[in-house]
């Protein structure tokens, strides 16, 4: 069996490294060994072992004959779209770790894969070195996934992890992110929440057989949090994470991801560094909870090995990826609990003001803290925030509260909101 490699990154270092040390195993599995016929990258790195390939900067040259599986691991959109589709189009298998071009023209390949009978593997794209691709895809076929709620950016949950166990703040927390190599330098794709929102959306189309769509997504990162959020969510029994959240009603669809408090009750508020995790809930199987690293060279390796292994084997399956009828429920009409941060005057009267204020919008509080040596001062005010927890709330009904909050003379400052997932 042999590969066509596009890409010389560390992903497909790792493979290499793989394809060397598990040779043998690997050879046992299928009867035959996996050799790479040719590696193509824009720049040479002759320091890397590429196990014998033929070397090219063009990527057209991984479609000759001698090439039985493309595997594109060059990341973008742009020159992986070309290599993936004209591989298809010539029946050759493709197995990819690209989620931002899959979330963009994934519904095309699988389509198109599909009429042409054509292996397209891409475990790799989603959660690292966790199989949550096949779980879903293979591992669960027989069940009606009800939901899907995971940390899936290694990134995220790196920073808000320092913030909370070290006191960072999150400016030195990226920063040591990016020194270990966990951040680009660029980092506005992890930490928006766009790279979250692509792996939720390519494991919402497989869980609920609905076409791939980040339009769908609501999308919100975690630059607002504060060091103070943190604290405060931890006086109240959570963990605050970055966490993507999918879930199927009878008519409609939701599909959100954005920083959370969850319960440290439960496992997921412990899943700390870089490690992502999981949790499936469907009617047969209960809950499942997989953990493991979400990127890195090996991890990420092993996962494309495993679909290049599945493909020689003839087992690689397709997801059903038909055109959902159920509508994509907006942000708004989400009913949760809520952690709102106000700051307000160091003043008599004003917890009353704010009660008043919420039971217009027949709102209850579950949680209140108001700390006496938290006063702090802004130019010639004196404020001290306010931590709410309330209870269950419509979106919709909660912003109308905020612009309301707002507006009290008494409130110094932007009012912040994180909502409670409850994975139970």
């Not at 060397?20 to 040479?44: F, K």
């Not at 020194?179 to 939720?200: C, R, W, Y």
């Not at 990162?221 to 959570?238: C, K, M, P, S, V």
């Not at 979106?395 to 909502?419: F, K, M, N, P, Y």
């Amino acid at each position: 069996m042999r590969l066509g490699v596009a890409g010389l990154g560390t992903v497909a270092q790792g493979l290499f490294v793989l394809l060397s040390e598990n040779a043998d195993r690997v050879a046992r599995q299928l009867g035959q060994p996996i050799s790479v016929a040719r590696v193509a990258s824009r720049t040479p790195r002759s320091h890397i072992d590429t196990l014998g390939a033929e070397f090219s900067t063009e990527l057209n040259s991984l479609l000759q004959d001698d090439v039985d599986i493309v595997v594109e691991l060059i990341g973008g959109t742009d020159d992986a779209n070309r290599l993936i589709s004209r591989a298809i189009e010539l029946g050759k298998p493709v197995v990819t770790a690209n989620k931002a071009v899959l979330s963009q023209f994934g519904n095309s390949y699988i389509s198109r894969a599909r009429e042409s009978h054509v292996p397209l593997g891409f475990e790799a794209s989603v959660a690292g070195g966790i199989p949550i691709v096949a779980v879903l895809k293979d591992g669960l076929a027989g069940n009606s996934i009800d939901s899907i709620t995971g940390i899936l950016n290694g990134t995220c949950n790196f920073v808000l992890t320092q913030m909370d166990a070290h006191d960072s703040t999150f400016e030195s927390a990226l920063r040591q992110a990016q020194d270990l190599g966990f951040a680009e330098s660029d980092p506005s794709f992890d930490i928006d929440g766009i790279d979250a929102a692509q792996k939720l959306s390519i494991l919402g189309s497989i869980a609920f057989d609905q076409p791939i769509d980040l339009a769908n997504i609501y999308i919100e990162g975690i630059t607002n949090i504060q060091l103070d959020d943190l604290h405060y969510a931890r006086e109240l029994g959570y963990r605050i994470k970055h966490i993507a959240v999918a879930r199927v009603f009878d008519s409609s669809v939701e599909m959100r991801v954005h920083p959370a408090l969850v319960s440290d009750k439960d496992l997921m508020s412990r899943i700390d560094g870089v490690d992502n995790a999981i949790s499936v809930a469907a009617n047969g199987v209960g809950s499942l909870l997989l953990k493991g690293p979400g990127a890195g060279s090996r991890p990420t390796a092993s996962a494309v090995l495993s679909d290049i292994i599945e493909i020689a084997k003839g087992k690689s399956s397709l997801p059903t990826n038909t055109t959902s009828t159920r509508r994509a429920s907006p942000i708004c009409d989400l009913t949760s609990s809520y952690y709102l941060y106000v700051p307000v005057s160091d003043e008599p009267g004003v917890m009353a003001t704010l009660a008043e204020v919420l039971g217009n919008h027949r709102i209850s509080m579950e949680s209140v803290i108001q700390k006496s040596d938290a006063i702090q001062q802004t130019g010639n005010v004196r404020w001290v925030p306010v931590v709410l927890l309330t209870d269950e709330v419509r979106e919709s009904v909660l912003d109308e509260t905020i612009r309301d909050l707002q507006e009290l003379s008494a409130v110094h400052g932007d009012i912040r909101r994180v909502r409670v997932v409850n994975l139970n």
